[in-house]
């Protein structure tokens, strides 16, 4: 079974300017998960999809992130525009159907802004 | 708001004895644990689970204990090898309802001493 897949792996970029990050779930994971990982800290929680839709975002900073599943299937979540203190690594992760099922972690994309 | 934490951000071991990381969470409503290992560059990997109705489960060289009346989660790895030198996290959730995203805390590194 293929794992979660994210890209790109890296991104370097400057404060104010704006990045999107890709991932694709496990074929068949209805949930998806987007996570914030700051160094040496654990993984954040920002937003929780069920197929398209979402279900808890409520630490999503709105002002500046947006996430979309639009097909129920690959997901974005972009930055505009990003902060330093957005360094982090973003992980993504996927389940057949919420906690009762286990969750699969992505590698992360690991973003630097200068 | 709920967070789990961790007692130890270092935890040193010599090669083959056994080692017991310690966790304490917060939220009382919370029904789900899992413990994950994370290695550099990598995403969390599952190790074990354990479910508030258990307070003790036991896997492949690991044991999870959970002491539901204090809040406290441990993992104990058995004869520990080089491999499993990494960072440790343990995990909640509330698996009652929709929003089912874990909760970590901030993570123990495990150096395996030669």
């Known amino acids: 079974e293929a794992g979660v897949a994210q890209s790109p792996r890296y991104k370097i970029i400057e404060k104010r300017q704006s990045v999107a990050f890709w991932c694709n779930p496990i074929?068949?994971?209805?949930?998806l998960y987007w996570y914030q990982q700051i160094l040496g800290q654990g993984p954040k929680l920002l937003i929780q999809?069920?197929?398209?839709?979402?279900?808890?975002d409520s630490q999503l900073p709105k002002d500046r992130f947006s996430a979309e599943r639009l097909k129920g299937v690959d997901s974005t979540l972009k930055i505009q525009p990003a902060k330093l203190e957005d360094s982090a690594v973003y992980l993504c992760?996927?389940?057949?159907?919420?906690?009762?099922?286990?969750?699969?972690f992505g590698s992360g994309t690991r973003l630097t802004v200068v | 708001g709920e967070s789990v934490g961790l007692h130890l951000p270092t935890l040193s071991v010599q090669e083959g004895d056994n080692s017991i990381i310690n966790c304490a969470y917060s939220?009382?409503?919370?029904?789900?644990f899992i413990w994950y290992k994370q290695e550099s560059g990598k995403g969390p990997q599952f190790i074990i689970d354990i479910r508030s109705n258990m307070d003790k489960r036991q896997g492949q060289r690991v044991t999870v204990l959970l002491n539901k009346t204090v809040k406290h989660l441990s993992l104990q790895i058995a004869a520990t090898q080089p491999g499993d030198s990494a960072v440790y996290f343990c995990?909640?959730?509330?698996?009652?309802?929709?929003?089912?995203?874990?909760?970590f805390g901030k993570g123990t590194h495990l150096i395996i001493q030669p």
């Open positions: 995990a909640e959730v509330d698996s009652g309802g929709g929003a089912d995203g874990l909760t």
């Open positions: 074929s068949g994971h209805a949930t």
């Open positions: 992760a996927s389940s057949p159907s919420g906690a009762n099922y286990g969750y699969t």
């Open positions: 999809f069920q197929n398209n839709g979402v279900v808890d």
């Open positions: 939220n009382s409503a919370s029904d789900y």
